[in-house]
Structure formats: C-alpha cells, structure tokens
C-alpha cells in the first residue's frame, strides 16, 4: 500500500540523487515544467514493514493542452526486485487524485538497475512481463524511447587516485598524460566562466548535431543555485557561544544543496575544453560539455576529466556518474567514439532499468504513445 502527502518545496530533503531535490525540480520550473512535491510511504502487504521516501514529478504540458507526468530517476528507495512492480502501480494509483484530469499518464525513470545484466537487451514484452508480474492492474508499459539513458559509467571514487588509475584502459591513461605533459592549464570555477564555456558548448552541439540548451538555461541554472541556497539554507542569527563544545553531526544528516562547477583545459589562453558537472551528495554527475577541434593530440578532455574525478573526490563524492554510453560497443553505432571515451576510464558499466509509464488514460495515451514512435 502506497499513501502519499503533498509537500513544499522547502521540506523537501536533500538528497544524493540530485533529480530528486527540491533544487532540480524548481529549476525545471524555470523551463516550464511544473513542479509538484510529496513524501510517499509504502508498506508491504504484510504490514511488516513501511519505507517513506521523498518522491518529485515534473508536469511537462503538451501541444494538445494535455500534459504527463515525469518522475526523473524515482522512485529513490531501495526494494527487491519482485515488489518494484507493485511499488510503482500504487504510487502511479496514489498520485492519481494530485495531477491535472488530462495527465496522460505517470513517467518513471527509474533509478534501479536492470536486474538483467550483460550485453543483451530485454524485448520490452518480456520486461514488461516481469515487472507487472504480482501487479493487480498489470498496466505498467516500457516506454518507446528513454529519457535518460539507462546505460552509464560510474566511477567509484571511494578508491585511491592510484587505484582509479590502474583500473583504467593503458592508452586512457596515456591520455591523461599527455595532457599533462602539454602542460594544459585546468581551472574550475561558476558563472563567470558561463559565457566563454557556452560559446564552445555551442559550437560543438552544431558540429555534431546535437540538441543544446540556451545561454539563458545555464544562466539560470547557476543563478537558480544562489536562489536556493539563500532560501533553503538561510543561516540563524549569530549567537555568542560561551564555551566550545565539539559539534556531533548526526547519522541522519541531510546531503548538501546541488552545487554546479564549470571545469575548463585550456592552452596559451586558448579554450580547448569544458564541462559541467553537479555534486549531489555522495554523488558527482557529468553534466555538459563542449570542447574545440583544435589541438585535440593534446588530449585535454582526457586530462580534464581526471581533474573532475580529482576534484569531486576532494568534494566527498564517493561516486561519479558519466551519464549515459550506447548499451555496448559496436563500432557501427554512431555514439561508438563516446563509449570508448567513458569506459576507459575503468568505471563499473551499469545498466538502469530504464523508462516506464502508468497509463491513466488509455485513448490519449495510444496517441502519445505513437506520438514518441514516430518522432
């Protein structure tokens, strides 16, 4: 059984997972997403046991007027894999009554590994198959296409640097270098760095054909962070204190707001170059990033990526997340340069579940459905 109660934004947890805080979700706000906060308990069928668990959706409104409802990288909570199923129908029943009557149906990108490893992909009727199983409405649908890719690399970095490296492919650390041996200039810093970093952000988008966000999205993204920080994190008034006394922090002590930091390599004054990555927690995230045609023997992407594994090490991040590889390495795929980039940094190659929907409307949502298939 799921029940669940609407909150503010305000007592919204920190969290690890930064696409569960109350920072991402009022930051997509800013992108016209509409977002809606809850704590949500769930307990077995057996009463034996409840788990309650902060849980954020984004309304993302369509052309129709009609809208859906995404749960980035939710539900955060960690089950066996035979009662996910029936987590997810009763969250996505529970929530019914909270969004709009036209809300096609309930998004999740879930946040669970796939239980099935290795090269292979699940058919989507055999997924479906297995996580509907023990359901009462058996409506859980494999979405068409991911939002988030559900193939990533995760660096531990609870290792030593030493140990990072050795579990790096050898022409990988070569890289690294040469890098270093270019005598690259790396540097880390915010906003003022935005605009030089945007331009190359830009221009590598439209060399390769990518989709970008405006100048203004991460102006906002990295104005958006003080906003929140002054409003979440509002210091008490001084107060003298008489005698020292050593501050015990508690086990149960919240992760710190999202921080953002925009890391650069550059060479003579030249950007060659940038990324920006997130820390959420105990966890690092490879956000964006942008880098120049010229140069490029030097290996500064190689070298710049070590620095962000240096830098959000000394952060207290035990994880670094890359954020998304093709599901394996055939040369044929036309991401083939990317998985070779990531995975030889020797991380732990991880498979998410990926994309699911709830259903609340049948009709509208066989024409989102082919709406999806087709674009």
């Not at 129709?64 to 009662?83: F, H, R, T, V």
């Not at 660096?155 to 492919?169: D, K």
Request: proline share 6%; hydrophobic share 35%; glycine share 6%.
């Amino acid at each position: 059984m799921v029940s669940i109660e609407q909150v503010s934004p305000e007592a919204f947890p920190p969290q690890d997972n930064l696409f569960q805080t109350a920072f991402w979700g009022t930051f997509k706000k800013f992108a016209g997403q509409e977002p809606r906060f809850f704590s949500a308990t769930f307990t077995d069928d057996d009463a034996s046991s409840a788990y309650t668990f902060p849980f954020m959706i984004l309304l993302r409104h369509r052309h129709d007027g009609s809208c859906y409802a995404y749960a980035p990288k939710a539900p955060s909570i960690a089950l066996p894999a035979e009662q996910r199923g029936t987590l997810l129908e009763e969250l996505a029943l529970a929530l019914r009554p909270h969004v709009p009557e036209n809300c096609i149906c309930l998004r999740f990108d879930l946040a669970w590994r796939s239980r099935y490893g290795g090269d292979e992909i699940l058919k989507p009727e055999t997924a479906q198959l297995a996580l509907n199983w023990g359901t009462k409405t058996h409506n859980l649908r494999k979405a068409s296409g991911n939002h988030l890719a559900p193939d990533t690399v995760i660096i531990n970095l609870s290792l030593t640097p030493e140990q990072i490296l050795s579990r790096m492919r050898g022409t990988t650390r070569n890289c690294i270098r040469r890098a270093y041996r270019s005598e690259i200039d790396f540097a880390v810093g915010g906003i003022d760095m935005l605009h030089d970093w945007y331009g190359l952000y830009e221009e590598t988008a439209k060399r390769k054909g990518f989709y970008y966000e405006s100048e203004d999205y991460f102006n906002t993204l990295f104005s958006h962070k003080r906003i929140q920080e002054n409003t979440f994190h509002e210091p008490p008034p001084h107060k003298k204190i008489e005698t020292k006394k050593k501050e015990i922090i508690p086990l149960a002590a919240p992760a710190p707001l999202p921080q953002f930091h925009i890391m650069t390599a550059s060479k003579s004054g030249k950007l060659l170059s940038g990324i920006i990555i997130a820390l959420s927690g105990h966890n690092a995230y490879y956000m964006y990033a942008g880098s120049s045609e010229d140069l490029k023997e030097l290996m500064a992407n190689y070298g710049l990526q070590w620095e962000a594994v240096r830098f959000a090490r000394s952060k207290g991040c035990t994880n670094y997340d890359l954020m998304g590889i093709p599901p394996n390495g055939d040369t044929s795929n036309p991401m083939a340069g990317l998985y070779l980039f990531k995975t030889g940094f020797g991380g732990e190659k991880v498979r998410f579940a990926g994309t699911w929907d709830y259903p609340y409307d049948e009709k509208r949502y066989a024409y989102f459905n082919l709406e999806e298939q087709m674009r």
